[in-house]
């Protein structure tokens, strides 16, 4: 009998799932890549989707131990920062998110105050680390391609897998954002199909592929390795990268990659306020 509990929540403005795990035992909780509401139109946050998370938690009577991200998401903004406000509980990201900061404070030309260095974040995990989550367990594996600093949280038989893999019949991740690379992504994938094949995955999108008329989060490795339409038991690394690469040349980019990475990048904190007491987000021209 597992000794955690799933629960998650799917926004559809982003079509985000958010997931609130907990060991049983203890009710100490890991909350998995929230969502800020976001409106670009008016250039207003809310914070409804962040609240639902809350009152579960509440309700639950849970103990946020964690609040992760598996990676600088490029089309949401993360509510970080406001359920560590309201339920307490470390940030965490992978190590590698010094590197995505480095590149997009450029682009963004960020003021010279901002530092590369991922201390805007609680705690920087490695692959192969190992953080408690009450009597259970959180694994770290380290799954770049779609971004350098992706990651793979193990929570006994479950791997939340962020953006890396999707339903089998919607594919896998894009790897043309700064940093990310085909051939990586494809050898991170194979790190996850080689886990148990009962282990279970879950997704950080879904975008409910053709012929399905439901959203779904929940997959196995069996089922991936099996019925993936980008990269099942059938497809060589070769054909899986020329594939990815010609795929991803054509794709639109995410409508709220320049708001997202820019907060994400700090945390999921705004850029600081002006001199009027306003936050700004930077649009760069012809720069991405």
């Known amino acids: 009998m597992s000794k955690i509990q799933i629960d998650a929540f799917f926004d559809s403005a982003t079509f985000t799932i958010s997931y609130v795990v907990f060991d049983k035992a203890t009710k100490t909780a890991a909350i998995i890549d929230s969502v800020l509401d976001y409106d670009a139109a008016s250039g207003r946050t809310s914070k409804d989707s962040a609240n639902k998370l809350i009152e579960h938690v509440k309700a639950e009577n849970l103990s946020v131990e964690w609040i992760l991200e598996s990676h600088a998401h490029a089309d949401h903004l993360s509510a970080a920062p406001y359920l560590k406000q309201h339920l307490g509980g470390s940030l965490a990201i992978g190590a590698h998110i010094t590197d995505v900061q480095k590149t997009f404070s ?3 030309n960020f003021e010279p105050e901002f530092n590369s260095n991922g201390k805007q974040f609680d705690r920087l995990l490695n ?3 190992q953080i408690a989550l009450g009597e259970s367990s959180i694994q770290v594996m380290h799954t770049p391609g779609h971004t350098p600093a992706c990651l793979t949280y193990l929570i006994e038989d479950a791997a939340f897998v962020g953006d890396t893999l999707f339903m089998p019949d919607f594919g896998t991740a894009r790897t043309d954002f700064p940093g990310g690379d085909a051939v990586t992504l494809y050898n991170s994938i194979q790190r996850i199909l080689s886990l148990p094949d009962t282990t279970r995955i879950f997704t950080g999108h879904d975008y409910m592929a053709e012929g399905r008329d439901f959203y779904a989060w929940e997959s196995t ?4 390795k099996a019925k993936n339409i980008h990269i099942n038991q059938s497809v060589s ?5 020329a594939f990815r690469e010609k795929r991803d040349a ?3 980019l995410p409508k709220l990659i320049l708001p997202s990475v820019q907060v994400n990048i700090r945390a999921g904190n705004l850029p600081p306020k002006e001199s009027n007491g306003v936050s700004y987000l930077k649009i ?3 720069a991405v």
Do not use: R
């Not at 690394?237 to 990268?241: G, H, I, N, S």
């Open 221 to 224: 490795v069996a089922e991936q």
């Open 250 to 252: 054509g794709l639109n």
């Open 127 to 129: 692959d192969g680390d």
């Open 284 to 286: 760069p021209v012809d």
């Open 106 to 108: 450029k682009i963004f």
């Open 237 to 241: 690394k070769e054909q899986f990268v």
